[in-house]
């Protein structure tokens, strides 16, 4: 019903599952009912309403992990609870509160550090959240918190070329982005070689072919990516000669 745009029929369906599962309040499967209920809140335009499923969906899940695992965490414990998280940050983002909406984040996806004591972003954290989380901070005036995010964000997929865009209207210089999406690009092209190696590692009736698996993967517009960052960041600082001719050549 809900893939077929069928909003208030879907709505009313989940009610009806929801008073039946409310025998049993800590029942993890209710999760999976609330979270439906607030896509149609938020498909309806009901965007508080949409909080209240996301979040007690949320605590829902939380609370299960941690009964199973015997855990105590404030962040987030697994992928389906960062998920709700962040569109519980987003409803509240739609009805305008920032702070409440960066809170959510930033208590589900809390900085770790790695072996060399360098911040680096939580392990459930996604391109969304990072980016979602950097457009609140921006917006209420954190702007180092937000270069930040982006940062991470860009790390994460180099190719999130709204982060290039930001960082340079931010300020960051292009040397810094610049280094940011080369070190994305090289992790993708790491994940790719780990992926060939564990294909062919469990594909046992084909013979490695060990000139091939020494192949680096190529990824199409690394260059084109640095190119875009060098034209937002020369045009971010009033380099207008210099920016036109970076927007010439992404467009030629």
């Known amino acids: 019903l809900f893939e077929a745009h069928q909003f208030k029929s879907c709505e009313l369906v989940a009610l009806m599952e929801l008073s039946q599962m409310k025998q049993k309040p800590q029942d993890v499967g209710i999760a999976i ?13 009901r965007d508080r309403q949409a909080n209240d499923y996301f979040r007690d969906a949320a605590e829902l899940v939380h609370s299960y992990f941690q009964r199973e695992t015997g855990e105590i965490k404030e962040e987030a414990t697994s992928a389906w609870e960062a998920n709700l998280r962040i569109k519980e940050s987003r409803a509240l983002s739609n009805v305008g509160s920032i702070i409440e909406a960066a809170s959510i984040l930033e208590r589900s996806f809390p900085r770790t550090r790695n072996s060399e004591q360098q911040r680096q972003p939580h392990y459930h954290s996604t391109l969304e959240s990072l980016m979602l989380l950097g457009n609140l901070h921006t917006m209420s005036g954190r702007v180092s918190d937000a270069v930040t995010e982006y940062k991470f964000a860009l790390l994460k997929n180099p190719y999130a ?14 040397s810094t982005i610049l280094a940011l999406v080369d070190v994305g690009l090289k992790r993708m ?14 594909d046992t009736n ?18 084109t990516i640095r ?6 960041s020369t045009l971010h600082r009033n380099q207008i000669s210099s920016s036109l001719q970076h927007f010439t050549e992404l467009s030629s």
């Open 33 to 45: 009912t609330l979270e439906i209920l607030g896509n149609c809140a938020v498909s309806t335009d």
């Open 206 to 223: 084909t013979a490695c072919d060990s000139k091939d698996e020494g192949t680096t993967p190529v990824l199409p517009i690394g260059g």
């Open 189 to 202: 092209v790491k994940e790719q070689l780990a992926q060939r190696k564990k294909e062919s590692t469990e």
């Open 227 to 232: 190119e875009y960052a060098l034209a937002h």
């Open 161 to 174: 070329l709204e982060a290039v865009e930001r960082l340079a209207k931010l300020g960051c210089d292009e």
